[in-house]
Structures are given as C-alpha cells and as structure tokens.
C-alpha cells in the first residue's frame, strides 16, 4: 500500500488512488460509493441506472488498472481461462 501512497498523508490504496497514479479512468465526481445502495434500493430507474454506472466505472477502473500492471494479452488470457473454469 505504501507504493501507492502517492503523496497522500495516509496510504489506503484506494481503487481510485491507484487509478489515478496509473492515469487511468477513475472515481466520477458526482456519486460515491456512500450514494451506491441508497440509488439501488430506491427503485426509481434513473437512480438504479446511476448505481449500474457506478458499479459499472469500478468494473472499468479495476480492468483498466489490470492491464497497467499485467499487460492486455495477459488480462484476456486470465479472463478467458477464469470462464473455462465457471463453465
């Protein structure tokens, strides 16, 4: 965690810290993780789709940080063999 402190006082390693070291897509502004489970449970369609495009970007960040770190091919290689497996 400390390698991902990048500057910041307290290092958590956060999914967005990590994000924005490596200069890929990161947290959007305008809803958290706080707002997540108030939007999915409310049951009104814009706020549930807001929730899936929160969980949605998370999705995006980690893959995005993955193929930083492994490289493309590698990402693929282990998505597809994680598919061969659950099937």
Aim: charged share 30%.
């Amino acid at each position: 965690r400390d390698k991902w402190a990048v500057g910041e006082f307290r290092p958590k390693g956060s999914l967005d810290t990590v994000a924005r070291h490596l200069g890929v897509t990161t947290k959007p502004s305008d809803f958290s993780g706080k707002d997540f489970a108030d939007a999915w449970r409310s049951g009104d369609p814009a706020e549930v789709k807001r929730a899936r495009k929160y969980l949605f970007n998370d999705l995006t960040m980690t893959a995005e940080i993955a193929e930083v770190i492994l490289g493309k091919a590698k990402v693929v290689e282990r998505a597809n063999a994680m598919q061969e497996m659950s099937a």
